[in-house]
């Protein structure tokens, strides 16, 4: 396994484990120095959307089975909670999210949908209102 996979794989566990984001930060980090911009953006996404699922985990109705109601919901690109905009909306809705917590969410899921549609060159020089919004966000993860 390549070095960048292994750092991948690495940010992946702590964020899932729950390990806090200081933790994950510190391994996300390190992969920004292999990832074009492109690159870290889907890999902040994902990040952030595992993050996600697992609060809604915590949030829902334990799902006993895939065919349960919280696992149906839930499926990704399929329940009314599989994408990462509807789990940011929904943890937001739910007060388990604060307004720049969500705020940060919605910039990211911005950024990651430009990349899904540039699939030439994306570079976040060419967004720097969306990298300012980032960095208005006071006290999360950037700031």
């Given amino acids: 396994m390549a070095e960048v996979d292994k ?11 729950g390990e806090g984001w200081e933790a994950v930060e510190t391994e996300f980090s390190k992969l920004t120095d292999y990832e074009d911009d492109r690159g870290v ?6 990040l ?6 697992d609060l809604l985990s915590l949030t829902l109705r334990p799902a006993k089975n895939k065919k349960s109601t919280s696992a149906r ?3 990704d690109g399929e329940g009314i ?3 990462y905009r509807a ?3 929904i943890l937001y809705s739910l007060s388990v999210l604060n307004k ?3 705020s940060l969410l919605v910039v990211v899921s911005e ?9 030439i060159q994306f570079s976040l020089e060419d967004y720097p209102e969306k990298v300012e919004r980032l960095f208005e966000i006071e006290g999360h993860w950037f700031g």
């Fill in 111 to 119: 950024l990651r949908n430009i990349c899904a549609h540039k699939p």
């Fill in 41 to 46: 953006i889907l890999l902040c996404a994902a």
């Fill in 81 to 83: 909670l599989g994408s």
């Fill in 100 to 102: 720049k917590e969500h």
């Fill in 73 to 75: 919901i839930q499926r």
């Fill in 7 to 17: 750092l991948r794989v690495k940010a992946f566990e702590k964020a899932v484990l």
């Fill in 48 to 53: 952030l959307d595992a993050a996600m699922s």
């Fill in 87 to 89: 789990r940011a909306d």
